[in-house]
Every structure is written in structure tokens, then in C-alpha cells.
């Protein structure tokens, strides 16, 4: 969550032997999403032709958020998914960030930043570490850097498409689902007990939240430096095992 895997899916979709999903996070494998769901083959969340297609591509983050989703992968190797899995990561200090900004409501203080749950997210051997009980090749795992991935898509791309053993295609550029800073009119709306939604119907509530964030400051929350310092004593020989496991070069996050 919060390391680029709108923006891949969207590249990786204009391959034409890749099809994508109908909804880009279906989470069929997850308990929370898979409740809310009519599907009951998987199969049906795709337009899958033999003809034309080689792999089908699902981009639902609640796959590797353990441990408020458990048994993903035991659900997919008992359903008879072998899948490639390409894993997006990001600093993962600047991914708790992100995240906390793109959640954040009226209740969440400064310390919700070190929330468990953030942290977790943010334990990249953690999450892969639930797989290896059932996916135990290595070859079958792609990890992709968020910031290679905002800055050489193409390079990515063909890296990937390499990987997949397809022809190479030029992706378009795609930032998508990028977090967007709330106003300062915002920031302090939430301290007071009401909330904008509440008091003006929903289409007008979101297009003065737009307005707002067009044309007044903007602020985002970030972690201190005392923060940033726990949640690297908290997660660093996670960071440094999923370094070490698939040769990534962690040392670019200062860990």
C-alpha cells in the first residue's frame, strides 16, 4: 500500500498479453475484501482469452498486509494460484507517511504515526515472509523500487516484462493514486467535532475540498525525527533481512 501499485498496474495492463483485473484490488485471497464480494471463482474477475493472454495481473494491497490479513497465501496455493509476485517498496519511512496522510481523519493524533498497523505495512521481510511457506522459488518474486519506479517507468517496465519472458512495449507515464496534501482549513476543521461532509451535501463537499486544496496551503504530516528514529529501531532487522534476502540496496533509506 502506498508504493506505487496503482501506477504499476496501470503500466503493466497495456501489455497485450497481460490481462488486468476488472477492478484493480479484488482481494478474492484477503477476508476483508473477499466478504464483500459475489465472485466465487476467480477466474470471473477476468476477460482471460487462451488466445491472446499469458498472465492476468491482480494488484490488491490487502495480499501483503499481515498480520490484519492472515493466510493469503495458504488461500492461494489451496485455490491452485501459482503466482509471479512482483512486491513494490518505498523508503519505509516516507510509505508510513504516505499512508497516515492518505487515511488520516479528525482523530488521529501525531503518535498515530506509530501506529502498529503502519509499522507492519512497512516490514517488507515480514510480508514476504508469509509466502515462502508456499512459494518457495525465489526466481518467482520481482521486487521493484517506488523510486525507479517514478523515475525510469520504462526501464521498469522492461525489466518486468523481461522477467515475464514477453516482448518489451513502451508504457505511457502514469503517477496514479498519488496523496494529495489536505488544506490548512482542513487540518483545522478536524480539531473541532464536525466534518465538512456532514454539513454540506457530498458533491459539494468534495468540490470545496478540491477548491481548498487548489488554492489555499496545503500541509501534510510527517514523521519527526525522534519518530524517525523509533520506527528504524522497530523495523530494522526486518529492513535488513529483506536486504540481505533479495539482494535490495536498503542502504538508500539510511538503514
Given at each position: 500500500m502506498?508504493?506505487g501499485?496503482?501506477?504499476?498496474?496501470?503500466?503493466?495492463?497495456?501489455?497485450?498479453?497481460?490481462?488486468?483485473?476488472?477492478?484493480?484490488?479484488?482481494?478474492?485471497?484477503?477476508?476483508?475484501?473477499?466478504?464483500?464480494?459475489?465472485?466465487?471463482?476467480?477466474?470471473?474477475?477476468?476477460?482471460?482469452?487462451?488466445?491472446?493472454?499469458?498472465y492476468?495481473?491482480?494488484?490488491?494491497?490487502?495480499?501483503?498486509?499481515?498480520?490484519?490479513?492472515?493466510?493469503?497465501?495458504?488461500?492461494?496455493?489451496?485455490?491452485?494460484?501459482?503466482?509471479?509476485?512482483?512486491?513494490?517498496?518505498?523508503?519505509?519511512?516516507?510509505?508510513?507517511?504516505?499512508?497516515?496522510?492518505?487515511?488520516?481523519?479528525?482523530?488521529?493524533?501525531?503518535?498515530?504515526?506509530?501506529?502498529?498497523?503502519?509499522?507492519?505495512?512497512?516490514?517488507?521481510?515480514?510480508?514476504?515472509?508469509?509466502?515462502?511457506?508456499?512459494?518457495?522459488?525465489?526466481?518467482?518474486?520481482?521486487?521493484?523500487?517506488?523510486?525507479?519506479?517514478?523515475?525510469?517507468?520504462?526501464?521498469?517496465?522492461?525489466?518486468?516484462?523481461?522477467?515475464?519472458?514477453?516482448?518489451?512495449?513502451?508504457?505511457?507515464?502514469?503517477?496514479?493514486?498519488?496523496?494529495?496534501?489536505?488544506?490548512?482549513?482542513?487540518?483545522?476543521?478536524?480539531?473541532?467535532?464536525?466534518?465538512?461532509?456532514?454539513?454540506?451535501?457530498?458533491?459539494?463537499?468534495?468540490?470545496?475540498?478540491?477548491?481548498?486544496?487548489?488554492?489555499?496551503?496545503?500541509?501534510?504530516?510527517?514523521?519527526?525525527?525522534?519518530?524517525?528514529?523509533?520506527?528504524?529501531?522497530?523495523?530494522?532487522?526486518?529492513?535488513?533481512?529483506?536486504?540481505?534476502?533479495?539482494?535490495?540496496?536498503?542502504?538508500?533509506w539510511?538503514f
Amino acid at each position: 500500500m502506498k508504493a506505487g501499485t496503482t501506477t504499476l498496474f496501470e503500466m503493466l495492463s497495456e501489455h497485450p498479453k497481460i490481462c488486468s483485473s476488472k477492478n484493480k484490488e479484488p482481494g478474492f485471497f484477503c477476508n476483508t475484501l473477499r466478504d464483500n464480494s459475489c465472485e466465487t471463482e476467480y477466474s470471473n474477475l477476468f476477460d482471460y482469452s487462451d488466445c491472446a493472454h499469458e498472465y492476468c495481473l491482480d494488484a490488491s494491497t490487502c495480499y501483503t498486509k499481515y498480520p490484519d490479513e492472515i493466510d493469503v497465501p495458504k488461500r492461494m496455493y489451496e485455490y491452485g494460484i501459482r503466482p509471479k509476485i512482483i512486491f513494490s517498496v518505498r523508503n519505509p519511512l516516507r510509505r508510513i507517511e504516505s499512508q497516515f496522510n492518505f487515511e488520516k481523519n479528525k482523530d488521529w493524533g501525531p503518535d498515530y504515526l506509530l501506529d502498529a498497523r503502519l509499522l507492519h505495512y512497512s516490514m517488507y521481510f515480514l510480508q514476504m515472509h508469509q509466502y515462502f511457506k508456499y512459494f518457495d522459488d525465489m526466481d518467482d518474486y520481482f521486487i521493484v523500487d517506488f523510486q525507479d519506479l517514478i523515475d525510469r517507468q520504462n526501464t521498469v517496465s522492461k525489466r518486468i516484462f523481461d522477467w515475464l519472458g514477453l516482448d518489451n512495449i513502451d508504457t505511457e507515464y502514469v503517477n496514479k493514486n498519488k496523496t494529495k496534501p489536505i488544506s490548512i482549513f482542513e487540518s483545522t476543521a478536524q480539531k473541532f467535532p464536525f466534518e465538512m461532509s456532514k454539513i454540506l451535501p457530498k458533491s459539494i463537499s468534495k468540490i470545496a475540498k478540491n477548491v481548498l486544496r487548489t488554492y489555499t496551503p496545503q500541509v501534510k504530516s510527517s514523521l519527526s525525527e525522534d519518530q524517525s528514529q523509533k520506527v528504524k529501531k522497530w523495523i530494522r532487522r526486518d529492513i535488513e533481512r529483506f536486504g540481505s534476502t533479495f539482494g535490495f540496496p536498503i542502504g538508500n533509506w539510511g538503514f
